[in-house]
C-alpha cells in the first residue's frame, strides 16, 4: 500500500483513548479525522510489532496494521464498538482476528477507501529515521559481542535461540547480551524514554 | 501519549523477548493485552521500532563493520549487496581489495574446538609511511557450524586504508589453557 500523504494531528496528546473513542463515534457521518489520526498514530506501532512478530515479516506487518485500523475506524463510525472506554482491547481483538485469518491464507484485503488508506498509512510507514552518522558512531561504541547480537536480532531478523546455536553460546546469555547491547545503544542514541 | 493509564510492568528485556523470541503463546497473548493499553509500551515499541529501523539501514547499506555469523551473510546477499569475501586459514596471505560500496567479508577458518573466549589481535602495517597501528577486538565471536570467525568492513571503510599488509591473531582460552592460533594475512591494495 502507499504512503500518499502524511497525516498529522492536532488533538492534545494529553486526551485518553478512550475520549478519542467517543469522539470518533460521536461524529457520526461527518469523521473526526483529528481524533482517527491521533488514534492511528498511538495504535500504528504497536499493530505493526504486533503483525511482523504474527505473520513474520515488516510488510505483512504493516499491512496487517493498517487494515486493522481501518476496521476500527469504521466501527467507530458507524457505532459498532460496544465499549469505546476499551478501545486498545478492541483493537488487539481486530489485529488478533485479522492475523489468524491470513495464517489461514484467507489474505485478501478488503477495498480500503483512498481517505481512510491516507489516513492510516503514516500511522504505520516507517519510523522516523535517526541519522546515520549517530547510528553508526553507537554501533561503533558498543562490545563487538554486543554489536553481533544487535545486528543478528534487528537486521538478521534471528531470535536468541538462533543465535545461541550459531555462536556456541546459551539463549540467555544472548539475551543478556541483547539487552544490555540494545539499552546501550538507546542511551546512546538518546532515545531512553519514561521506561527503560 | 494517553492519560490514565496503569503503570508499566514490563521491562526492555521482556519487551525483547516478545517482539523477537518464539515466546510460549500464552505469554505472548498475555504481554499483548498489556501493550494494548498501556501509552509507555507503546513509547517503547515506537522507540524500539526506529532503533531496529536504523540499525537495519545501517547494516543494509554496509556502514558497519562488526563480527558476524552465516545469517547475516546471508541476509545482506538477499538484500543485494555486492560481497567481496576473503576465507582465509592460518599461515596464509591472500591480496584483497575493495570498490566502495562492497561489504568487505573476512573468514578466518581454523578448527576452534571448544574454546570459549576469543580477542582478535589486529596489525595494520602501512606499507607507504612503514608504521604499524594496532586493531585490537575484544571477545569476539565464532559462527561454529562453519568454524570461522567471520568480520565484516564496509568498502569505503577499507578503501581508505593505504596500501598495507593487515596481520592477524587469535588468540583464546578454553579447557586446555590460552592458546593463538595465526597469523592470517591480507595484503590489501586500495
Redesign the interface.
Known sequence: MSIARRVSSTVAPALADADLALRIAAAGDHPARDEEAELCRRYGRRLVAFGRRRLGSEDAGRDLAQEALVVTIERLRAGRVREPERIGAFILGVARTLAGRRRARDARLAPIDAADRDLVASSVASPDPIARTRVRGCLEELAEKQRAVVLLTFYAEQSSGDIAASLGLSSENVRVIRHRGVARLRDCLGLKGAAA | ????TAP?TV???EL???????IPSER?EAL??H???C???????????????????????A??????????L??VARDGLTLREYRIRASESVPCTAGPEDLVVVRLAADYGEV?EFEVDAELHDLERETVTPLP?????????LDEVILVFPGELVRSYPRSRWILRLRGAGVGGRFEIGPFVMDHTP
Open positions: 501519549m494517553t492519560a490514565g508499566c521491562g526492555l528485556a525483547l523477548d516478545y517482539l523477537f523470541d518464539a505472548a499483548e493485552d501493550f494494548f493499553g501509552a509507555a509500551c507503546a513509547d517503547r515499541i515506537a522507540s524500539l521500532e526506529r532503533l531496529r529501523a536504523a540499525v537495519a539501514g545501517a547494516a543494509r547499506r556502514e558497519v563493520a562488526a563480527n558476524v555469523n552465516a545469517a547475516f546471508e541476509r570459549e577486538a575484544r571477545d569476539v565471536v565464532v559462527d561454529r557450524a
